[in-house]
């Protein structure tokens, strides 16, 4: 109980401080129109990184991978498995339209096109204090395809994090109980077209080259770059996004979302959709022409391009947007 508190008000003074510190950049502008949109923004960042700090965060710098527990899976993903004291290996196929999805703590993910239709997963890991071998990589299989976690170990001994899908905090995220560790496990990924790619860390960078699939992106500390024929979404809270889509017709709402960094998107040329974009320190520029246009600043834009429909929602704190025309 003592350490849940002192957990709960190490993460209570991180927000305060990133509050005071948004509130007072709003107070030098000395606009009032600047300051709802900075708390709109703040309060952008305050939701995406509290689903990350559920609990404290390790002082990471490490490669890695050990011993995997082997699961049976299904004959839609055959698989194998392969794991040595620094390096974990696992390969396998899953149905298109299902997703690889990578989970981290500290440490880099890279994704590139595979040769054939199966996935191909390689994590090492590294450390300067802590032991790697502490460090284990996991597999789970679900539904919507695989995910591959790098499992810290917890120094609470009635909690133990473990491997599971999607976004979360605590247990799901991986960070329960893990102190003072410095091992990192970086990832290297190659994904068959047509397999959706999520990757999602904490203090490392995200690289997704040249992919035939959808792809979603979540980091806190590190820069995000993404190309694909298919369509993205990335989140970082430090970081610049630099990204390239094919596929204009996402079904959804997409989001592009920093704090400290500048976001730059290719979009393809006979794109539409409802896009709204707002920075605080920086300008947004368009190569799109800007149709319906609700609002237009050097801060500030919200209108359609073509035809309408979908949203497009890009944000950050500190950073130009460019929204540029591929081809």
């Known amino acids: 109980m003592l350490d849940e508190s002192r957990n709960q008000n190490k993460e209570k003074k991180i927000y305060k401080v ?17 300051l709802n949109q900075l708390l709109s923004l703040a309060n952008d960042v305050h939701s995406f990184t509290d689903k990350w700090f559920g609990g404290i965060l ?15 899976l299904t004959d839609k993903a055959k698989t194998s498995t392969t794991a040595s004291a620094d390096e974990f290996r696992w ?3 899953v149905s298109q339209g299902k997703a690889i999805e990578i989970k981290g703590i500290s440490g880099d993910i890279s994704a590139e096109p595979a040769s054939g239709d ?3 997963v390689v994590a090492n890991k590294s450390a300067r204090r802590s032991d790697p071998d502490a460090v284990k990589v996991q597999f789970v299989e679900h539904s919507g395809g695989v995910t591959i976690c790098a499992i810290y170990p917890s120094e609470d001994p009635g909690q133990v994090n473990t491997c599971e899908s999607g976004t979360g905090s605590g247990r799901n995220s991986g960070t329960i109980g893990v102190r003072n560790n410095d091992v990192r496990v ?21 690289k997704v080259a040249s992919l035939s699939s959808n792809v979603f992106t979540h980091t806190v500390n590190g820069s995000i770059s993404i190309s694909t024929s298919g369509y993205a979404e990335a989140k970082t809270v430090n970081g ?27 979009l393809p040329a006979n794109l539409s959709t409802q896009v709204t974009a707002d920075t605080f320190n920086g300008e947004i520029s368009s190569d799109f022409p800007i149709s319906s246009l609700e609002t237009m600043t050097r801060k500030h834009l919200s209108g359609k391009i073509g035809g309408g429909g979908r949203e497009l929602i890009l944000k950050t704190l500190n950073g130009s ?4 025309r591929a081809g």
């Open 58 to 72: 390790p002082t990471a710098q490490a490669r890695t991978v050990s011993t995997v527990e082997t699961c049976s």
């Open 321 to 324: 947007i460019s929204l540029r």
């Open 240 to 266: 610049e996004i630099l990204v390239s889509v094919g596929n204009g017709n996402w079904p959804k709402t997409l989001e592009f979302k920093t704090v400290n960094g500048g976001i730059t998107l290719d």
């Open 186 to 206: 970086d990832f290297r990924v190659r994904v068959p077209a047509g397999v959706t790619f999520v990757g999602r860390t904490i203090n490392g960078e995200i």
């Open 18 to 34: 990133i509050m005071i510190l948004l509130v007072g950049l709003a107070a030098i502008s000395g606009a009032r129109k600047d």
């Open 91 to 93: 390969s396998g196929r």
């Open 118 to 120: 199966e996935i191909e």
